[in-house]
């Protein structure tokens, strides 16, 4: 079933409100206390339930279902028409604000305390038809910012909420956890600013959306599914950009569920082109 952009900004917004709801009435009905520690046992519970939630809605669109935490059928994803969920894009920064809000010994401070853009994490959804990112949708769960693109049309983005600053010209999104050779060569470059960011997909969305002459967003650490990439790669089309996969092959949607080579880089402007001629060096 292929939705108007009208019917998947409604479902979308539909998702980000039961998303946020849930969130809260989960972590919130937690017995915890201040000597206890919140570990990801507790990130897996809340991504499961959100994804549960989510995913139902999906069904009744009549949408196949691609997700982290609960369907993963890759007869699905070579019928290139899904949609994607990811509950929790962002585990350590869920973990961050769980312990910010123990440290006051009242789990209700829960995301009460603002950390900073480097501990914001989302849920990350997007559509495919025929094999392209049609649709992408990005709710922050932390400054409540909701970002929703249409592939097709290039001025249907829509951004409502507060959004986070990165000043800078040249920006590198980078992970908290240290990355490989590649990385390193990323951040030392001059005139760059560095963000780490918990979530991934909000570093690739931020690397397309924001005003920067050359922006890149690279992943080593994890592997990569297409949950994490896809409201990214719907805006990297409506703006005429790519993702590319860690082996250097531009991102495919009918093929797999994790992405070959771990990872994936998205990259905007001229400045760092080095790293995907790198990528492609190694696997030529």
Known sequence: MNLTQPQAYTLFRKMFTEADKT???????????????????????CDEKIDSVLTQIGVEAGLNV???????????????????IDPIDGTLAYLEHLKAALATSDISNFLKIDLGNEWDFCLLVGI???????????????????????SAESNSLVREGMARKFPGTNIAFVD??????????????????????????????????????????YLSVQQTGLWDILPGAAIAKAYGQKIYTNT?????LNEYIALPGKGALAIKGDKFKFALENILSKNN
């Open 23 to 45: 969130l809260t009435d989960f972590t919130l009905s937690q017995d915890l206390k201040i000597e206890q520690k919140a570990d990801k046992t507790l990130v897996t519970a």
């Open 128 to 150: 495919v038809e025929s094999a392209e990112p049609r649709f992408g949708g990005i709710f922050n769960y932390v400054t409540k910012e909701i970002i929703l693109i249409d």
């Open 176 to 217: 908290q956890r240290k990355g490989d050779e590649l990385e390193t060569e990323i951040v030392s470059q001059t005139e760059t600013n560095v963000y780490p960011l918990a979530s991934y997909g909000l570093r690739v969305a931020y690397t397309f959306l924001n005003n920067f002459d050359s922006a890149i967003a």
């Open 66 to 84: 691609v997700s982290e935490e609960g369907q993963k059928s890759v007869e699905v994803v070579q019928s290139g028409n899904y949609i994607t």
């Open 248 to 252: 250097g092959k531009e991102l495919s």
